[in-house]
């Protein structure tokens, strides 16, 4: 088998530009605005420690925090910022310590990459300031939101924040970041259709649907996937039901022969019987929630398509079996790797690998050139394009390396673990359970538990161990705290609250679901990339 893509990896990311660009809509150029991000290396930076090129690593980290600078006046997506650059900061500073950097006093509640984080993240704040909490797509990073800016902001652009943002706020001790990220994820629950479904693109201004195709792929996906991911993280029941509600809509209404296609969000009519490549996630996120056996029969359905042509066209025509005008390309995407390196977790069927194997001879065969892997731009005569993604290295070959590495650290199962002192007392940290973020970026869901600044959560600390010492008492207030859930979805859509409204009941009743002290859960997770893509709105 050939593994020739994974070993050059490390010297492969920083060959690349300091100042490459993320990518704009579905079929567009990358914007110019994200050069100063320096996003190729906070993008791969989590990826060198995975394939264990540790003084990279350590060298990227030094680079960054000498150069990096989010003062600069340029228009930023607010998903792609908090996706790519917040979630890749924070992954790098939970894993700093793995990867022999020193970190300061208070680790991992302090440290220069956590205050990276933070201000990139305290720089997309302002496009949250709406009527309805849910965000703009785009902020200026040195003025806020610009005042022609759109009020067209797509489904996942809105509810892809809650794992970054709770992170965040956990560590830092500033709630701000899981509010906004809760308020938005609720005006969508708020907004979805009476049949159970929601569209494609919304007027977070007014809350009124300007795209009302609904299905599972670009521009909805990773509001799915973040319920899912949200519910374990935070261990909150609430996120996990209002997903499985939909997953229900979902089977009924978009699924044809363990295909799925894209429905009216209100009348559940087919609009457009096509396979998208983003699409390649759910089979991962079914693993999740314990579909093995659907999850598996979509994962084929899509395999065969890859064997069709070396690899997922953006559009896939259901009925006529062949690529859509204008989306024959192939971007090096990491989704049906992702779900295989999942399923794969689960099942340890060996077609899985075979996924694998083809997809590394694929890469090999048709993208490689002299500077790295490019994009196919045709995979009917296998034409490439002169770019190379950033989700290439933050994903694709991150999930490739570890369907093949079954001892890497993420896969830990609590064997080994870390004991941490931080000044809030002692935590476990990699024990497992990693939690990847859309772009694949691991987050320790440890590392919640170790910074207890927040009030409520030091009254938790003081009820546990009254309980412990086996006061009646005490004990009484534990479960009273334990019964709270963070919010109530409320029982039908179309009913909206203010986000003033949402965050005063949330003062209300401040205690949160949380483990037991000491306790890593141990399971695995899912990700992958969401494009901002008007796939809806253009004339194609």
């Given at each position: ?133 849910m965000p703009y797509g785009t902020v200026n990073l040195l003025h806020g939101v610009n005042p022609g800016e759109t009020p067209v902001t797509c489904t996942a652009g809105i509810g892809t924040f809650i794992v970054e943002f709770a992170t965040l706020s956990s560590l830092t001790g500033d709630s701000v970041f899981e509010e906004k990220a809760r308020v938005a994820l609720m005006r969508l629950w708020e907004s979805r259709s009476d049949i159970g479904l929601v569209g494609n693109h919304i ?242 869901p440890a590392a919640l538990h170790c910074c207890r600044r927040l009030k409520e959560e030091q009254w938790e600390v003081e009820d546990l161990m009254r309980e412990f010492y086996s006061l009646k008492r005490s004990r009484s207030r534990v479960q009273k705290t334990i019964s709270s859930g963070p919010w109530e979805p409320p029982a039908g859509p179309g009913t909206f609250s203010s986000p003033e409204n949402h965050s005063r009941a949330r003062e209300k009743k401040p205690a949160k679901q ?27």
């Open positions: 088998m050939p593994f020739r893509l994974l070993v050059p990896l490390g010297l492969l990311c920083l060959l690349l530009p300091l100042h490459h660009g993320a990518p704009g809509p579905e079929g567009t150029a990358p914007d110019p605005a994200h050069y100063s991000f320096s996003l190729t290396l906070i993008d791969a930076l989590d990826t060198l420690l995975i394939l264990g090129n540790v003084s990279e690593f350590q060298r990227v980290v030094e680079v960054l925090q000498d150069n990096l600078d989010f003062d600069i006046d340029v228009n930023a997506s607010v998903f792609e910022t908090n996706i790519r650059v917040v979630g890749g900061l924070l992954s790098a500073h939970l894993l700093s310590k793995k990867a022999g950097v020193e970190v300061e006093a208070g680790w991992p509640c302090s440290g220069p990459l956590l205050r990276m984080a933070e201000e990139a993240a305290r720089k997309l704040l302002p496009a949250f300031q709406t009527p309805t909490g007027d977070v201004l007014t809350g009124k649907w300007v795209a009302q195709d609904a299905g599972i792929g670009a521009g909805v996906d990773s509001y799915f996937e973040y319920l899912v991911k949200g519910a374990i993280l935070l261990q909150d029941k609430k996120l996990m039901t209002m997903f499985l509600e939909y997953n229900k809509a979902i089977r009924n209404y978009t699924r044809f022969d363990d295909w799925y296609l894209w429905v009216q969000m209100y009348k559940g009519t087919v609009s457009m019987p096509v396979f998208q490549s983003l699409e390649a996630y759910w089979p991962g996120l079914q693993s999740l929630i314990g579909d093995i056996d659907n999850a598996m029969k979509t994962f084929l359905n899509y395999y065969t398509v890859w064997k069709q042509f070396g690899g997922l066209p953006e559009f896939y025509n259901i009925p006529q079996g062949y690529t859509v005008d204008k989306r024959e390309g192939y971007p090096l995407r990491p989704e049906l790797i992702e779900s295989a390196m999942y399923l794969y977790r689960a099942t340890g069927d060996p077609t899985l690998l075979e996924l694998g194997r083809d997809a590394v001879e694929s890469i090999e065969k048709i993208s490689k050139v002299e500077c790295g892997f490019a994009t196919i731009k045709d995979l009917r005569d296998h034409k490439l394009d002169n770019r190379m993604e950033s989700f290439f290295l933050a994903e694709t070959v991150k999930y490739l390396y570890l369907l093949f590495d079954p001892t890497n650290f993420i896969h830990n199962n609590g064997s080994t673990f870390d004991a941490v002192i931080t000044p809030y007392g002692e935590c476990i940290l990699g024990a497992g359970g990693y939690i990847f973020n859309t772009e694949a970026h691991p987050i320790d949380r483990i037991p002290l000491l306790s890593c859960p141990s399971q695995p997770f899912t990700s992958k990339l969401a494009l901002l893509g008007q796939v809806f709105l253009d004339s194609s």
